[in-house]
């Protein structure tokens, strides 16, 4: 079955600590976006990928970083420069940049202990 | 920046009844989108309009869109306990630079009792 395969499901960090988030899609999708949702603020765009080795900010990427350097994987780094890192995060993909749905993963829960 | 937003922020029906959540937004947009997503899980995509039309269903789902007003409904019809969940309205929207984003409301909180 195709999809979107976010790992781990629930991570834990330590003050200081870089964890990296993975994401890996089968679709063949071109386009892939990492998403932030914290309670009662919704989604916002962290970073996101419209063609491999190529990647743009979103909304809010200070203390995130990203690579794409093959079309299935998107990982997600939240660096110790993130400050309030605990939240819930969100993978998604579409074929192309515009004018589709996107797919989403099941979430990596991420804690600071 | 949040361009979606949500109405009302929380709905609570009984199982047979219908809902409607409404969404509004500040500029021009591409295309529109909800979206469902179950406590602690992804979003699932439901149904895209495009800025040309007017309305579209999907099964149990009618979805219009009123560009004049900035606005957009999702109408659950005959909802079950299963249809508990938030819903997310998403404008894909240009966001300068040459790129465009889709940008996500706060979103419904549905609730239907059995």
């Known amino acids: 079955d195709g999809g979107i395969t976010q790992s781990p499901k629930y991570l834990f960090r330590k003050e200081g600590q870089n964890v990296t988030l993975s994401c890996e899609q089968n679709?063949?999708?071109?386009?892939m976006y990492w998403y932030r949702q914290d309670p009662g603020q919704g989604l916002r765009l962290i970073y996101y990928?419209?063609?491999?080795?190529?990647?743009q900010k979103g909304d809010i990427a200070e203390g995130y970083s990203v690579s794409r350097e093959k079309k299935e994987s998107f990982p997600l780094t939240v660096t110790s420069a993130q400050k309030n890192p605990t939240a819930f995060y969100l993978c998604?993909?579409?074929?192309?940049?515009?004018?589709?749905?996107?797919?989403f993963g099941s979430g990596t829960r991420l804690t600071v202990v | 920046s949040q361009q979606g937003e949500e109405d009302p922020q929380a709905l609570s029906i009984q199982e047979g009844e219908n809902a409607t959540m409404n969404c509004s937004y500040k500029?021009?947009?591409?295309?529109l989108q909800w979206y469902r997503q179950n406590s602690g899980r992804g979003l699932v995509h439901l149904i895209l309009?495009?800025?040309?039309?007017r309305e579209k269903h999907s099964g149990r789902l009618r979805v219009t869109l009123d560009t004049s007003k900035k606005s957009s409904s999702l109408l659950i019809t005959a909802s079950r306990a299963a249809d508990t969940a938030s819903y997310f309205c998403?404008?894909?929207?240009?966001?300068?630079?040459?790129?465009?984003?889709?940008?996500f409301g706060k979103g419904t909180k549905l609730s239907v009792i059995p």
């Open positions: 679709l063949n999708h071109d386009a």
């Open positions: 500029t021009s947009i591409n295309n």
């Open positions: 998403a404008t894909d929207a240009y966001s300068g630079a040459g790129s465009y984003q889709l940008t």
């Open positions: 990928s419209q063609i491999v080795n190529d990647f």
């Open positions: 998604a993909s579409s074929p192309g940049a515009r004018g589709y749905g996107y797919t």
């Open positions: 309009i495009r800025s040309n039309e």
